[in-house]
DNA sequence: GTCTTTATTACCCTTTAGGGTAGTTTTTAG
DNA sequence: CTAAAAACTACCCTAAAGGGTAATAAAGAC
């Protein structure tokens, strides 16, 4: 089991430490509590969680929601809302912040560890998304000559960071051959050194 | 506009000619029909399209869901089910694939259209999970010394493979400026060269 | 105002990478 | 079986990157 670190944005005391409680019992760790809008972003900046609960009505206005949009831009960390049905205006603006989930007051327990589960585990896969394998179908079908198995296996370990050295030791080929093989690499990517290569490969696995 | 290409897979001659039909009149481009899953595997390694339609039952069996496995695996594409609503157990074989849409026969025009425009947005968003952007809250959360603003400029030129002249003249600054940000870099990063801060980079950015 | 951090530049030297040419050995396809 | 493609190797040379040291200027913190 892996240790969840939760952020709890909440102006109201009782009610964030409800939450805290429920978490704790839930084996959710507590980050920390905070009250405000000034306080959640220094949070999120100096003791980073791995997910935030986040009261949409903070101090009256919709700061809930300018913290969300924060964290879409500058952080990559699943959210959940805290919400009690108030006006339907401010659940549109919130639904436009692609939240994890909702947590409706008053919550259950099992509401609120049902909610934190799925925005954990959505996040999880999300994540798998991110900075995805090479793959040579998806980067052979946009080169008019195909890389080779071989240079394929060779374009891998650039991509990881390997020097040609370390490339020829895992490869057991000599050092040589390596280049021979990033040579023919980089005129069929139309690369001229490895830094061009690994970003040619990436916008090759976007398209 | 940007031209969507669409494999459309379907054992049935007279329905496939029906979405061929449909797609044109939606502005859609036919890149082929197909009849059989070695030839939907043929196009998708030597044509490939943007998106596929695939009829879950071709010829008896579930060969659609095995098209689409291979989809998942070795393409990063979008694709829609045409489904029938026959058992309930091909479906959830169905669902795991996680498929863009489902377009039910009979369908109508306006219908098909629908699933095929949510499906292109939905690939769309997908993608912009794909490689994202180095944000530098994100990289310097992971680090005990965190980068500053200069050189955080510096490894986004490297990240997308520039040179350290063109770094120089991209920021009006001197090349052996750029050789000492490089250094400070490696050593926050505990990288040694420019791939393997690459690769550490990506790394940081999914945790 | 001083101290610290960041940014800037220079010089030197070593290592790594990249490009040209050329050759042999496997593998694979027709 | 033969031709073509891919894999492998070597050698040479140039360019780029990387690491050490050191010094000045500018910006921000206290």
Known sequence: MIEVRVLIVEDEPLIAED???????NDFTVSA???SKDDALAELKNNPPDLVVLDINLN?????IEIAKVINEKYFLPFVYLT???DKLTLI???NTEPAGYIVKPFSDAGLFAAMEIAVYNHAQKSK???PELNDDVINRHLPSPLSEREFGVVQLIYNGKTNNQIAEDLFISINTVKAH?????????ADSRSTLIARLRK???N
């Open 19 to 25: 939450i805290a409680t429920a978490l704790i019992n």
């Open 33 to 35: 509590i905070v009250y």
């Open 60 to 64: 009256g206005g919709e700061e809930g």
């Open 84 to 86: 009690s049905y108030s």
């Open 93 to 95: 603006h919130a639904k």
């Open 129 to 131: 998304l991110r900075f």
């Open 182 to 190: 990033i040579k023919n690499i980089h005129q069929k990517l139309d």
């Open 204 to 206: 090759l696995m976007t």
